[in-house]
């Protein structure tokens, strides 16, 4: 096979019909159907490129936090509804409410961890200003089941303007562990409805968990949700993948290219030594 440095060794070229051969590669990429094909390519590898960006913008996306304004204290009647679906960007979000708490609301919740001791919630139920619906309130947190139910005689029940501020989590999925025996393990808003006797009002999706507590109990240890973020690795190696496939389609038409220019150069040798034997 004949390579471009013999070529321009001996000088111009030429086939046995009298006709000039390319001198070099580049005179046959400057050929009409040779440009038209670099432009397809350059389409191609144009669009290659585009999706190993929108994969590169995925993976970003995925890693960034649901909501990145969870310690903004925000009312809970603006950024929720009675009666919706608990949206995921409100997990964890510190929320301020109003309202009056509601007699015979009460409930104590067994096997809550506070500050890596396991002991009891007292929760109430919260009619909220400006919407009427309800909403558990988790008001604090006790060793024992007793201490936490002896602390609602220090919860103003009845009385207009009772406020805190605290976290907003969505309701726990329903458990019938020891319901039968009246030891309730969770904070379901499903549950609660049946138990608040003659309620049938609206509520919300979620409880909120108070950041101050009341009777002598500890105020609930609620951290931050974790705003540790990770990439989306697949989604980087998918836009890695159309990055090497934007290359590759350039790359096969030099390659195209070039076995073009070196067919031409072979043939016109052939086509000599034939006519010279």
């Known amino acids: 096979m004949s390579g471009s440095g013999d070529a321009s060794s001996r000088g111009p070229r030429f086939t046995v019909t009298g006709e000039p051969l390319p001198e070099t590669m580049w005179v046959v990429a400057r050929r009409p159907r040779w440009i038209g094909m670099l432009v397809l390519a350059l389409v191609i590898a144009g669009i290659f490129a585009w999706l190993g960006h929108w994969q590169v913008e995925r993976s970003i996306e995925s890693a960034a936090p649901v909501n990145p304004e969870t310690e903004t204290v925000k009312p809970l009647t603006d950024v929720a509804e009675p009666q919706s679906p608990f949206p995921d960007r409100l997990g964890g979000q510190m929320v301020s409410v109003s309202g009056e708490i509601a007699p015979g ?16 919630w007292l929760i109430g139920r919260l009619v909220v200003d400006g919407s009427g619906a309800s909403v558990p309130v988790a008001l604090g947190w006790g060793s024992t089941a007793d201490q936490a139910a002896a602390a609602e005689a220090s919860v103003p029940v009845g009385a207009t303007g009772f406020r805190t501020d605290g976290r907003y989590f969505p309701s726990e999925a329903p458990s019938d562990s020891d319901f039968q025996n009246g030891r309730e393990t969770v904070v379901s808003v499903a549950e609660l409805v049946n138990e608040w006797s003659g309620y049938n009002g609206d509520v919300y999706g979620g409880y909120v968990v108070a950041s101050q507590s009341w009777g002598g109990l500890a105020a609930i240890d609620s951290p931050a949700p974790d705003a540790d973020v990770q990439l989306n690795w697949l989604n980087i190696f998918y ?15 030099f390659r195209l290219v070039r076995d073009a220019y070196e067919r031409e150069l072979d043939e016109a040798e052939e086509d000599r030594l034939a006519l010279a034997g």
């Not at 836009?239 to 038409?253: G, N, P, R, S």
Request: hydrophobic residues 60%.
């Open 105 to 120: 609301g009460f409930r104590v919740i067994a096997d809550r961890v506070n500050q890596g001791e396991k002991g009891y």
């Open 239 to 253: 836009a890695v993948e159309w990055a090497v496939f934007a290359v590759f389609a350039v790359f096969l038409w």
